[in-house]
């Protein structure tokens, strides 16, 4: 096969090969519920998913439906999530969307993202990610990960999220535009790191415009003899 020359055909090869690569692929903030999907996502700003994921179960525990967090008290909240960082906003924020969920949506997670991003600190990633991991529908998350691959991979030159995530929609099929989200997140975390991205292990190397650019030693051609 040969090397995909379009945005759109590199982007289909980046999905093929890195759903060979990470068949498991799965989104890092535990939950079991979209609501508690909400809730970790909104946490995780400007937050690791495992500090995230340390401080989930007391508060799912304490305040397992929307209902429970809108009348939550702020302290309690904030004492349990204080270690995610940002915890006196991360709390208004989670209050007033529980709030919202309860008196405009009957305690359920609505789907469209018009709806989600009516929610207090809900913006279209965020929004993304609950469609496409809580809700199963259509979504893009675009995180710094997606953003770093789809312009090293060449798929896109935008350097705004939501512009970035209208580029590569045309580009995945619907249905898995949730999945290549997650995928260009574990290949950046694994291999495609932002400092020193370790082309010679990289399975997109071949077609990627950016190969071996950013690393301190480029392979050395070989002198036909």
Do not use: W
Not at 146 to 167: H, M, N, Q, Y
Not at 207 to 212: E, G, I, K, L, V
């Amino acid at each position: 096969m040969g090397k995909p020359r379009s945005p759109k055909g590199r982007a289909r090869e980046t999905l093929a090969r890195l759903q060979k690569e990470y068949p498991d692929v799965k989104c890092a903030l535990d939950h079991k519920s979209a609501f508690e999907l909400l809730v970790a996502t909104i946490l995780s700003a400007q937050c690791t998913d495992k500090r995230v994921n340390m401080v989930t179960p007391e508060l799912f525990k304490r305040f397992p439906t929307p209902a429970a967090l809108a009348e939550a008290d702020p302290v309690e909240v904030e004492t349990i999530i204080h270690s995610t960082g940002f915890y006196q906003a991360k709390t208004r924020n989670l209050l007033a969307m529980s709030q919202r969920l309860v008196e405009h949506h009957n305690g359920q997670v609505p789907s469209s993202h018009k709806e989600l991003t009516g929610l207090a600190g809900v913006g279209r990633k965020t929004a993304n990610v609950v469609r496409s991991v809580g809700l199963g529908l259509p979504g893009l998350p675009v995180d710094t990960h997606v953003t770093r691959l789809s312009r090293r991979l060449g798929l896109t030159e935008e350097t705004d999220p939501v512009k970035i995530e209208f580029a590569l929609n045309p580009m995945i099929p619907a249905d898995l535009r949730g999945d290549f989200s997650l995928l260009l997140i574990d290949h950046g975390r694994q291999v495609c790191s932002a400092r020193k991205p370790r082309c010679s292990d990289c399975l997109c190397v071949d077609f990627c415009p950016s190969a071996f650019e950013f690393e301190t030693v480029k392979p050395v051609a070989k002198v036909a003899s």
